[in-house]
């Protein structure tokens, strides 16, 4: 069976998870603030619907690594949705944060709510993962339900550390390429790890085996990154299409920028002399390009894709055991846009 | 054994754990953050000490009650310690929400750090609630640990729609009586009920008598709130003191205002007809007085009180059983400020 039937399979069942959790009026009483999350989830309002939900990236990772572990993938529903749930209580904080307008396209809650209720609602959002959680000690067993605890923990953890570095850097002058890899290790691989651990951990797996898992996922969310940030400043969207999507417009202190810097090149001086405008972009691109840093990049990438399949086959040895983990890689890891 | 002699030790002991879970860098990686954390908690920073730490009366809520229930105080610690990680998270975002610029006298998270990292910061001790509730598997059984989780789940979800509730309220002007009371069980309450839940659950006791515990810990708290309110208007502070201190100059829809409100005499008029300055506030509290609302929230807190400890006294029968609970109750129940 190909990646997308096993998706076409899961998908429903995980959105139909989601909603028994956060539509249930047992969990959240009041209908307003019912609407408001099922809002940000995309079920609701204007824009709602698939585009507005999101890949479900997250929760589908959780159950292909409990299936990959040998479990009926079904049993790993309640932490499918506790990361999802999670993931998106950090989206609603985020965009207060960042200051962002727009969500997949659609208004961010804080625009629509107000800041005061957008702040709650993440922290509903929070509180709903942990009860999302709690249904594995069911499914599975109290020891993994423990367990789970103690790893989505580690990850909310992981993932507020990585929010704390992303706020201080964007005040900071002085950020450094070694400084990189921590954020990002917090703010978009430890979900991903947690995800990978979750779902072995759910099928039972042995420690070895679920830290073998999580190694995946870390290594799986890094090596995204770097191609997200690749994407940023030489993906068809940053070069050609609307300039305001590059990287560089937003002065984001991506991988290939931070190596830029360090270069200390004809990009860093360009960089230090103040905004980017649209129309400096493809300029910019290519002093970064001959500075090396598209290759360090790449190359970033291409070595943590690796260790992220290594981590993998030690996980589940033999050849194809895991095909819709690694049809899953290559899909996150091989897109253009 | 007073129960001061008791406090004497339990809150040494709480803060001990507080820090272990907190000021731990396997926790909490970066400096920075730990130091954001610690002032809040007021161990750290301009102003830091007793004062600053306020009085720890969940954690010693907790505690209390689990010895009331027959155990060990010592073994609940981890609960404690979850329940003040918890209400710290939520003073840190409430700051935020109703734009305070002091707690305790200090400058708040959001005015030293900024609005990002507060909500940030806020994040990070909810994180810590659930972690430090996790030795519980090991001081007590793994049973007591997944329920002191799902315990705990509840609380946060209730203190979060009350949360909703409070800022809903804020904008809304056709606030009823009716209305109070949900607001004040999710803001307060279910705190306190979760604390007393806690305590039993940690001293393995039955799910009768933990529900016994709950209530007694839900009514202490409405008693509390409602004696809060009075104390609002009444106080010496509200009344004779500073006169920012009365709530009848914030305008806060408390218990007594909105019986006033649904009186639709005297003082409901004098309130709709516009602001409330310092020298109003005698005028209108005699005014509240005459409509009976001061013997009606003196009223509402005595049942409330009576509620409490007849819950207290089939949670643990026998004369001076819970003789430190009936005092903290005295104590709590009886203050003039």
Chains 1, 2 share one sequence.
Not at 120 to 148: C, I, K, P, W
């Amino acid at each position: 069976m190909p990646l997308q039937s096993a998706l076409d399979e899961m998908l429903p069942a995980i959105e139909a998870e989601l909603k028994a959790v956060v539509l249930s009026p047992q969990n959240v009483a009041y209908p307003e603030l019912r609407r408001m999350l099922a809002y940000h989830l995309g079920w609701e309002g204007e824009g709602a619907g698939p585009e507005a939900q999101g890949k479900r990236i997250r929760p589908a990772l959780v159950l292909l690594c409990a299936q990959a572990a040998g479990q009926d993938w079904r049993r790993a529903l309640p932490a499918a949705v506790a990361v999802e749930l999670l993931h998106n209580f950090s989206l609603i904080h985020d965009d207060i944060q960042d200051h962002s307008e727009l969500r997949r396209g659609r208004p961010t809650v804080w625009v629509k709510w107000g800041l005061a209720q957008a702040i709650n609602a993440g922290d509903v959002l929070f509180s709903l993962a942990f009860l999302a959680l709690h249904r594995l000690a069911e499914t599975v067993s109290a020891q993994a339900g423990l367990q789970a605890y103690a790893c989505l923990q580690r990850v909310c953890l992981r993932l507020t550390e990585g929010q704390y570095l992303d706020l201080d850097y964007e005040t900071r002058p002085d950020v450094s390429l070694a400084d990189y890899w921590p954020m990002i290790e917090g703010k978009t691989s430890a979900l991903l790890g947690g995800c990978a651990e979750l779902g072995a951990l759910a099928a039972g797996a042995s420690a070895k085996v679920r830290e073998d898992f999580r190694e995946y996922g870390i290594k799986l969310g890094l090596a995204y990154q770097a191609l997200d940030d690749w994407l940023g400043i030489w993906g068809d969207a940053a070069l050609t299409g609307k300039s305001t999507e590059s990287d560089l417009v937003s002065k984001k202190k991506s991988l290939p920028v931070l190596y830029g810097l360090e270069k200390d090149a004809e990009f860093a001086r360009r960089w230090q002399a103040g905004p980017v405008q649209a129309g400096d972009v493809s300029v910019l691109a290519e002093m970064l390009k001959k500075d090396g840093a598209e290759a360090f990049t790449l190359e970033q990438a291409a070595r943590l894709t690796g260790e992220s399949q290594a981590a993998l086959q030690r996980a589940v040895p033999g050849a194809g055991a895991a095909a819709h983990l690694q049809e899953l890689t290559a899909l996150l890891l091989g897109r253009k846009s």
